[in-house]
């Protein structure tokens, strides 16, 4: 089973600062139709996950342009260049392309 | 917009079995592929099972022996079983359509004696 491993898991941030969330694969998430299927989402407290980042990179609709999802094969990271207090939540990274499906553990954001 | 509306039982007694129904409004069901999701209190999040609207299924290993995934296209329906449960199968259960882009607001099903 592929294995997603994300890092940082807590990440205290200040207002207005950038923050990056890495995640790694065990194997590489390139399909053989050539698309990569690793997604990003965001669970704010006591909210359902929302998906922010499809394939990579592409947002979804309604996701500000702060956040940009980057990467390729097996080290995939999600940028938010300007945290605000709203970012305050758990982001998760998961794969579509191998199964079963998995979801990294999660990384916390927090504002310092 | 599409809007997932779920519901079942929240409280159950070890051994018994969890069955969840979710409905489909807005979208097209029959063109799409359905999830469930789950996710114990504090926890992070794990892949259940998918359908295809034409009764394709996959199940996550650790629970395939327990678990069943069904759907009802003249419904715009689809459901979950869980048998023999467990405390360790409290958890918030979510339904979502593939690829993941609309979820449920979940329901929290505690296993309890």
């Known amino acids: 089973d592929v294995v997603l491993t994300q890092s940082p898991l807590s990440l205290p941030v200040t207002l207005g600062q950038p923050a990056s969330i890495s995640c790694r694969s065990s194997q590489s998430l390139v399909y053989s139709d050539g698309n990569t299927y690793l997604h990003w989402f965001q669970q704010r407290p006591g909210q359902s996950p929302r998906r922010l980042i499809y394939k990579v990179s592409n947002r979804d609709s309604g996701v500000p342009d702060r956040f940009s999802g980057s990467g390729s094969g097996t080290d995939f990271t999600l940028k938010i260049s300007s945290v605000e207090a709203e970012d305050v939540g758990i982001y998760y990274c998961?794969?579509?392309?191998?199964?079963?499906?998995?979801f990294g553990q999660g990384t916390k954001v927090e504002i310092k | 917009q599409v809007h997932l509306q779920q519901w079942g039982a929240g409280l159950l007694k070890p051994s018994e079995t969890l069955s969840l129904t979710c409905a489909v409004y807005?979208?097209?069901?029959?063109?799409?592929?359905w999830a469930w999701i789950r996710q114990p209190p504090g926890k992070g999040l794990e892949w259940i099972a998918e359908i295809s609207h034409s009764g394709y299924t996959n199940y996550n290993p650790s629970l395939k022996s327990r678990v069943a995934i069904s759907v009802d296209t003249s419904k715009n329906q689809f459901s979950l079983k869980l048998t023999a449960l467990t405390a360790a199968d409290t958890a918030i259960y979510y339904c979502a359509r593939v690829p993941f882009d609309y979820w449920s607001r979940g329901t929290l099903v505690t296993v309890s004696s």
């Open positions: 807005g979208g097209s069901f029959s063109g799409n592929s």
């Open positions: 998961m794969q579509g392309t191998h199964w079963p499906r998995a």
